[in-house]
């Protein structure tokens, strides 16, 4: 077996990390394993584990129940190409979600990763309105917003932190409302709502849809905002007859509080992107669901069928896992469990808002953040965290948690105090 040295040095020469230069600098640390909410590194340390893998994780990892219904499902195959060929984990899954999701959601498509969830959702609304005879292919979305990395999904994701000046020649130009302003809790007042309804008014003709993060704008800032404003969001669309895709990657399966956070508003979008947690944290996969209205526009018209379809979809193994996690979460108080880590994340990071540099402390369900006045070196703050016994990767002027719902109490005082520390020990 190679030594950590080892393993970093091939890694410098060969990887490309997220988000990441290849300048030959050593960025990552080796994991050698990783069993409930601890990562072990190679070099010996063990870390709790503040970010459940970009909140994926949500059972920690290396869990029995999880690991057995992979195994077990090996045994009868790992993949079958889906077209053509169907199989008991895809419907299992699929019936799980329609189940789980607003009422109205009724057709399920799996994709390989969450960015392509939201490009299938994208070409569904476009074919939704080429089935009906008109021609809308373009999209509202929210400035702060974060859809994934891939062509359709970067030209919906905030302009700025997404990027678009580098690949304006290629990207599709969408339209932006500014980022909501109320936050959450606090009602949605007319002039919050103005500018995204003025949008929506002189362009309901030529949209498509309108994509939005209910609730929490996740890697576009982790902003929390009123559900009152998700609700108007709603009307409006139905108003001006325009579609609503609610990108609930980030946020489905507990994660604010709610099973889905389109729950907080009491709406049912008419087309959901679910990915991330849905997971359980094992294999790759996503799923963009929709109403049978939209089905059916795009089945019973030309050209009668829709265009995508992954080498992997509906991965036999990946649909195994993935329903084993939900029968899991469902089967476990998760409700109570998201409010212990809520009110312990309260608890923990409060000390921060009186540390200088610091200019917000928010917490949402199982998401807690620290917003600072400036960006974060990761380079120094990385192995200050590590030293600290957590592993916590904060982006720009965010420095955020995400652990895991089996999370203990204890260990998530210890991650919080990290955090604190090693904040306060910023020179
Ligand atoms: C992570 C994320 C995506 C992209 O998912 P990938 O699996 O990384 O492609 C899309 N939308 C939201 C809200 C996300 O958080």
Redesign the pocket.
């Known amino acids: 077996m190679k030594s950590a040295a080892e393993l970093l040095a091939s890694d410098a020469r060969f990887l490309w990390h997220p988000y990441s230069a290849m300048d030959g600098q050593a960025a990552a640390f080796p994991v050698a394993s990783a069993r409930g909410v601890r990562l072990k590194l190679a070099t010996g340390e063990e870390l709790i584990d503040g970010m459940s893998s970009?909140?994926c994780a949500i059972h920690g990892y290396n869990h029995p129940v999880l690991n057995a219904a992979i195994e077990s499902q090996l045994q009868d195959m790992a993949h079958v190409m889906f077209g053509g060929l169907t199989h008991a984990p895809a419907t299992a899954l699929a019936e799980q979600l329609v189940k789980l999701t607003p009422p109205s959601l009724e057709k399920v498509f799996f994709t390989d990763?969450?960015?392509?969830a939201?490009e299938v959702a994208m070409k569904m609304a476009i074919q939704y309105w080429h089935a009906r005879g008109q021609s809308r292919q373009r999209f509202l979305s929210l400035c702060n917003g974060?859809?994934?990395?891939t062509f359709g999904?970067m030209s919906v994701c905030d302009p700025v932190t997404g990027m678009h000046g580098l690949f304006s020649g290629i990207l599709p130009s969408q339209l932006f409302a500014p980022a909501p302003q109320p936050g959450f809790g606090e009602p949605c007042r007319e002039e919050h709502i103005r500018q995204f309804r003025d949008l929506l008014a002189v362009h309901a003709h030529a949209l498509a849809a309108v994509i939005l993060?209910p609730v929490v704008q996740?890697?576009g800032g982790m902003r929390f905002y009123s559900a009152g404003y998700l609700k108007q969001v709603r009307s409006l669309c139905d108003e001006y007859d325009v579609l609503l895709i609610a990108?609930e990657?980030?946020t489905g399966f507990g994660r604010t509080g709610k099973l889905f956070a389109c729950e907080w508003a009491g709406i049912s979008p008419d087309i959901l992107?679910l990915?991330?947690a849905l997971t359980g944290g094992y294999l790759t996969l996503?799923a963009t669901l929709t109403t049978s209205t939209i089905s059916d526009a795009i089945s019973n018209n030309p050209p009668g069928v829709f265009m995508h379809g992954p080498t992997f979809m509906a991965n036999p193994l990946a649909c195994a896992v993935a329903s084993a996690s939900i029968a899991l979460l469902l089967d476990n108080p998760w409700q109570q469990r998201i409010e212990r880590i809520a009110q312990g994340l309260e608890q923990g990071l409060a000390p921060c808002r009186a540390l200088p540099g610091v200019t917000e402390v928010r917490v949402l369900g199982a998401i807690g953040v620290v917003e600072l006045e400036q960006a974060v070196e990761l380079s120094a703050i990385q192995p200050a965290f590590i030293q600290a016994g957590v592993w916590v990767r904060p982006f720009g002027k965010l420095v955020y948690l995400m652990p895991a719902f089996i999370m203990e109490e204890e260990d998530l005082a210890q991650l919080c105090a990290a955090v604190v520390k090693v904040l306060a020990g910023r020179t």
Request: proline share 0%; net charge negative.
């Open positions: 970009w909140w990763s969450g960015s392509v939201v974060y859809h994934g990395d999904a993060e996740g890697a990108d990657i980030a992107c990915g991330k996503a």
